[in-house]
């Protein structure tokens, strides 16, 4: 397998890194970064996976997160995929920003034409944690992961399902039961087919009423988020965790809205979190 | 003067505002970012002045420099203008990325066709302070100034300038003396004719050569910076502030390049530097 490096950048003591490479998960070419922090030579660091949203790549994060000032300082390095596969072989949904590339809903597609490259929960869980582990200095024993709206989803539904891989699990703004909301139900009536029973183990409040659990969680939910009533439903998951003895800190910010603006500002916090989790 | 609000995103406790107004100064409509940190009611705060590089508007900072957290920390007001005038009505090089639109090197053109729209002196120096003072809680008492490569130019050149305005000046990978590199001779022969002695008002190192201080200097410069050699050439104002006595901490920060990743890496050491030079 080649890693094709399509920059490197110091910051903050460490490497940023965009990198690409050919998926045998989804058939295409997939773009990732990589934040490596400072570090003594021959160290194994934890990693933070970030999961992102509708619309967005790996650049989004990586731009705007300002993730790496805490990672260089907790020594965490940190994992940013795509949200979908690419290219003009891929089948695309091209006037509906919620469906089809860039909104790929961290599932393996199961129906024509999506499942022959929609395949990114194959993609995150089995191909590109064993490129992170033979080509970054990782300890893939203390992996974390979180992720923003779809992405908060996407690691939601991750965590729950490998626990025993995921020591922390964060989200920002996370879709929590996506079974219940539009994006969710067309994403996944589209991906996976009409019958819901196939749709359990991508919805974090399903998973959880059916006995999946996580060692930790912490979300942060902005009160002026356009997308919490209707899409998000935040209490849903806090309801779940309840009832299920979940340990769960779930925090509403008063006045935040669904941008990056409301992530960089709690970005920090969520890195320092996991470290103390992983460390 | 109406100020029209474009965006407004609650980040690290304040506002970050985008915002647009006709300019007096350039004729036409222009965009500037604000971001105003959490304070006390009736409180002024002190400003600090972010200029940015060669094809950016007031987006690339707002977004990718890290300066929010710094300033909510410290209680510093930020703001970002734009490079040049903008609009179909103002004249342009289309191919070329270092003259023109993103590219006003923050002189006042005296030469046409430039000399109608390319006021970016007066819209920085006279009119946008005036605008900032009206509309947010600024002590106007309190500035300093700050930029990168060609804004690095423009903040230096104001700082020099303006002594009893900016109490500190600091610069990330400044473009040093532009009558000497080729970035400058090209756009100060244009904004401003062949007539070298008219150039020196905009070059940092023949204003201090000519006399001029300011009270406080911080340089950060990456060594693996593309442009240093050429273009930047840093030991230009190293040599100049050793000769005139000015204290300048001027930094070569190894293995850092010209983008955001390195800018983003110090800014919070720069906001703190000028929080401490102003509070």
């Given amino acids: ?28 070419e997939m773009t990732f970064s990589v934040y490596v922090p400072p570090h003594a030579d021959g160290a194994k660091l934890p990693v933070l996976w970030y999961l992102s949203g509708l619309t967005c790549t790996h650049a989004n994060v990586t731009e705007k ?21 690419r290219g003009d072989d891929v089948p695309d949904a091209s006037d509906e920003y919620d469906f089809g590339k860039g909104a790929g809903f961290y599932v393996d597609a199961t129906r024509e034409p999506w499942s022959k490259h929609y395949r990114m929960r ?9 490129i992170i582990e033979a080509n970054f ?26 626990p025993g891989r995921f020591r922390s699990v964060s989200a920002f703004a996370p879709i929590v039961g996506p079974s219940k909301v539009p994006w969710g139900e067309k994403a996944l009536s589209r991906y996976l087919g009409e019958d819901r029973e196939a749709w359990a183990e991508y919805d974090a409040v399903a ?41 769960a800190e779930i925090r509403m910010q008063e006045g935040y809205d669904h941008s990056y603006y409301f992530i960089s500002t709690f970005m920090a916090e969520h890195v320092a979190w996991h470290a103390a989790r992983l460390g």
Same sequence: chains 1, 2.
């Fill in 122 to 130: 194959s993609y995150i869980e089995d191909e590109l944690p064993a």
């Fill in 207 to 247: 998973l959880i009423e059916n006995g999946a659990r996580v060692n930790h969680l912490l979300v942060d939910q902005g009160t002026a988020d356009n997308f919490l009533e209707e899409q998000l439903k935040t209490g849903l998951l806090s309801m779940a965790c309840a009832k299920a003895g979940i340990p």
């Fill in 1 to 28: 397998m080649t890693l094709d490096h399509l920059s490197q950048n110091k910051a903050f003591g460490g490497d940023q890194f965009v990198l690409s490479h050919q998926s045998e998960a989804t058939g295409t």
């Fill in 65 to 85: 997160g300002e993730y790496r000032q805490a990672c260089a300082e907790h020594g965490v390095i940190f994992v940013a995929p795509d949200t979908s596969p």
């Fill in 137 to 162: 200095p990782a300890d893939m024993a203390l992996q974390g992961i979180t992720g923003h709206s779809m992405g908060g989803h996407g690691a939601l539904t991750m965590g729950l399902r490998n």
